[in-house]
């Protein structure tokens, strides 16, 4: 459970986030908004990268004001970035496995285990040994997330990973960010601008509009609201194309 209340953030005289509250439970929660709306920067300060002047966010009952990043990452909290971080020189093997190798496992068998099932439950095991240069956009995406799901993840932040997919590829993202909760327990908190993907992973989705709260419930009732529509008007045009 995320728990947010009263957050702003300032930086210079731009509040990208503006004395935003809410509670988000669900096991799959999308964030939509548009460009520059404070999404990222919402992750940002969930992940510690950012520190709010006012508010307080907790996760889980753990209250996350003051607590830097690497505790964080000991909390359980994993995000993945709008730009990956996958390095093009280590293999896909070699990427997954940095992060395991200060995930705190008790030795390198069970590390590498953990590295093994989540390249597989990616969907990735045919490309263990390929460079990070080699993967394509769809598999540089799954493979973050596969770096996301090492150690016990107990929210899983992901920030735009539909950027750029064809049409299966998105499929196959759908399933497995869907499967998250089951695989390992953890909450999804999805950042993306493709609405069908919010609508295929997400039971609760929020709007931020420029830091404040445009709309917050179950996704299919949020994105029918038209304050909503307005805001994604090409996307809806696009979606109902597509049906
Ligand atoms: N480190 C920073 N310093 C100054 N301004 C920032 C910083 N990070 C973000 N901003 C500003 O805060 C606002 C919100 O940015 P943010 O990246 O959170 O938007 P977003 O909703 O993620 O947008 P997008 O959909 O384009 O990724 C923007 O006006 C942005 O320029
Ligand atoms: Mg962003």
Known sequence: MIDIDHLTVQFGGVKPINDLSVRLESPVVGLIGPNGAGKTTLLNVLSGFVTPVSGTVR?????????????RAALGLRRTFQTDQIADDLTLWQNV???ADHAGYPNAAEANAAVAQAIDY???TRRLHRRGSALSTAERHLAEIAKALIGRPRLVMLDEPGAGLSESESTHLEQVIRGIPAHCGAQVFLIDHDVELISACCDTTMVLDFGRLLAMGPTAQ?????????AY??????LEAAA
Not at 222 to 230: G, I, T, Y
Not at 233 to 238: K, N, Q
Request: charged content about 25%; hydrophobic content about 40%; cysteine-free.
């Open 59 to 71: 996760v889980d009952d753990h209250r996350l004001t003051g607590v830097p990043a690497h505790r």
């Open 97 to 99: 496995q940095a992060i």
């Open 122 to 124: 990616v969907g990735l």
């Open 222 to 230: 949020v994105l029918a609201q038209p304050e909503v529509r307005r």
């Open 233 to 238: 008007l090409g996307d809806f045009e696009t």
